[in-house]
């Protein structure tokens, strides 16, 4: 009884990474479903774990209410996650996933003639995710949070912008390519910061997203010009 006591209260415990800004590290799931049943579980979790950060916020926020709402054991949810941070990090996982698959359905269509069209009608894609989904704006001010949710942002960032660095190449073909994957991850931050500024309280959301249209579209015509005249 008393090791399962202790074995709680260690599952329970901040990862040493958060305590650590010198040190940040990448959170990931202690392990992933292998079958049916832990998949729902897991999905389960997932999904009141995006309700209730989008109600209460993420200091409020708790492993045991998720558990709850998932109507999910707490030591199953342990099993899966060492803590709070570690569950974050896979919203914020799940989400990159959704728009590199978004992606792939426009891709092959840069560099055709009308690329600033399909430029247009992505971005207005994009913008209406984040109204229609305002987890999206809590789960990215919720990777704010440590060094360690931060870092992890970043290596899922650089996942997409690679993806996107493969799309600028037609478009930049005399662009060397360690430049051309730091435009694409200069696009996905300036991206994700606009898009989640555009849905704060107060704001213009159209002329948000507007003045980010145009952003990118000066950004990249500089960057095609560039590389055409080499």
Known sequence: MVEAITSSRASRRADPALESPDDPQELL????????????????????????????????????????????????????????YVIVCELNRQDFADVRDELEQFNGEVPSLDWLRFLNNFVDHLAKLWTSD????????????????????????????????LMLAPLTPRTERDRRIMMAEVLVHVVYSMLNFSVQDGQSHADAVDE?????????????????SH
């Not at 926020?61 to 060492?82: K, W």
Request: proline share 5%; net charge positive; hydrophobic share 35%.
């Open 29 to 84: 799931p202690r392990k992933r479903p292998t079958q049916e049943r832990s998949q729902r579980k897991f999905d389960a979790l997932l999904s009141s774990a995006r309700e209730l950060l989008t109600e209460v916020g993420f200091e409020s926020f708790t492993c045991e209410e998720v558990a709850s709402r998932a109507d999910v054991p707490i030591g199953t949810l342990y099993q899966f996650f060492a803590n709070k």
């Open 212 to 228: 980010l249209k145009r952003l990118m579209v000066a950004y990249l015509l500089v960057a095609e010009k560039e590389s055409r």
């Open 134 to 165: 305002p987890s999206r704006r809590e789960v990215w001010l919720a990777m704010q949070s440590t060094p360690s949710t931060r870092a992890t942002g970043k290596i899922q960032e650089k996942g997409l912008a690679g993806q996107i660095a």
